[in-house]
């Protein structure tokens, strides 16, 4: 039996009896881990490996480790980080500064990277590519890689190189961008009305020098210009321009589709984004029920979105292969010494 074209989440820090046949018998082709899931570094190797036994192979476990506000391992068993937006603070949009503050941002990912493969994570949904733009939602604000697109592409590198330094394979997110939401999609849906012009010049132009990574994520916000009634993750045409204009031809999951910005049954979402043009459905806060109801509604992988998935997979295995062997101590000693932050665990 092939993967299911779904990554689950689940309930707690340990796989119950009723989620591992659940897993067995609908074969997720991944997990997805939140704070909710995290007690410590031992039950977590525990817990990563129960995942892969209940469905028999070596499923990708995906975390959101952006470090700031959105980190889901912390204190006392894992670094504290400031957000990501800080490393920029003095930085021009080139020079000396900058380069250290790359530097630096390459050294936290790949300390990052230490830290998930040592729990069995193999996979983390970062660089956020998102410009934002004054008067927009604060869901993304310090979380942002910058105000430039030029630059959050550069520092978006920087993270991808990091993570795959240390054997984890990255996720771009959001596409085509998240940056101008005037509300947080976890609560409600947004309408962005900035012209298709605008969309190319900043948003788009983020996620372009990137669109050769395996693994992306959807926005669930409406892009008037480009399709006014319906949002990315359930767009054609939205998922057209993601493929065709941005480039993107890796996996392209959804966005979590339990958030309140979509509407509907957890089966009519899944159908949508998967006839739009997603190849997997991210459903994270471990519902059993809505769990059933997506699965019941999601096939196997199959056709483009199988291929791109063995891709993702053979990239995800070569990393482990060749990650490279850091001294830990000493790229702390040097992330400090760029960035004046003190790591603390």
Request: with cysteine.
């Amino acid at each position: 039996m092939g993967a299911r074209a779904v990554i689950f989440g689940l309930s707690g820090p340990r796989l119950t009896p009723q989620e591992r046949a659940f897993f067995a018998g609908v074969q997720p082709w991944g997990f997805i881990l939140f704070a909710r899931n995290v007690e410590s570094p031992a039950q977590l190797q525990r817990l990563t490996a129960d995942l892969r036994d209940s469905v028999g192979r070596d499923a990708p476990v995906l975390i959101d480790q952006e470090g700031g506000r959105v980190a889901r391992l912390g204190p006392p068993h894992w670094r504290r980080w400031q957000p990501v937006m800080r490393l920029y603070a003095h930085s021009g949009a080139n020079g000396a500064d900058e380069e250290r503050a790359l530097e630096a941002t390459r050294l936290r990912y790949r300390i990052i990277a230490e830290e998930l493969t040592g729990l069995g994570i193999d996979v983390d949904c970062m660089p956020l590519l998102d410009v934002p733009v004054p008067g927009a939602d604060d869901v993304i604000g310090e979380r942002a890689l910058g105000l430039e697109q030029q630059a959050v592409a550069r520092r978006g590198r920087a993270i991808c190189d990091g993570l795959r330094a240390g054997g984890v394979l990255p996720v771009i997110k959001h596409l085509p961008g998240h940056g101008r939401a005037g509300v947080d999609s976890h609560l409600a849906m947004a309408r962005v009305t900035t012209p298709r012009e605008t969309l190319e010049a900043v948003d788009f132009a983020a996620f372009r020098p990137l669109a050769g990574e395996p693994l992306g994520m959807t926005a669930h916000i409406v892009f008037e210009a480009i399709d006014p009634d319906g949002c990315a993750t359930l767009s054609p045409t939205t998922i057209g321009v993601i493929r065709d204009d941005i480039g993107f031809d890796g996996l392209l999951m959804t966005d979590d589709l339990s958030m309140n910005a979509l509407t509907g049954t957890m089966a009519d979402r899944t159908r949508g984004a998967l006839a739009a043009g997603c190849d997997l459905i991210l459903h994270c806060n471990g519902d059993t029920a809505e769990m059933l109801e997506i699965a019941a509604a999601t096939p196997l992988l199959g056709g483009p979105a199988a291929r791109r998935a063995a891709r993702a997979e053979a990239e995800r295995a070569k990393l482990r292969r060749v990650a490279e062997v850091i001294d830990i101590g000493a790229a702390e000693a040097r992330y400090s010494e760029l960035t004046g932050e003190e790591l603390h665990a």
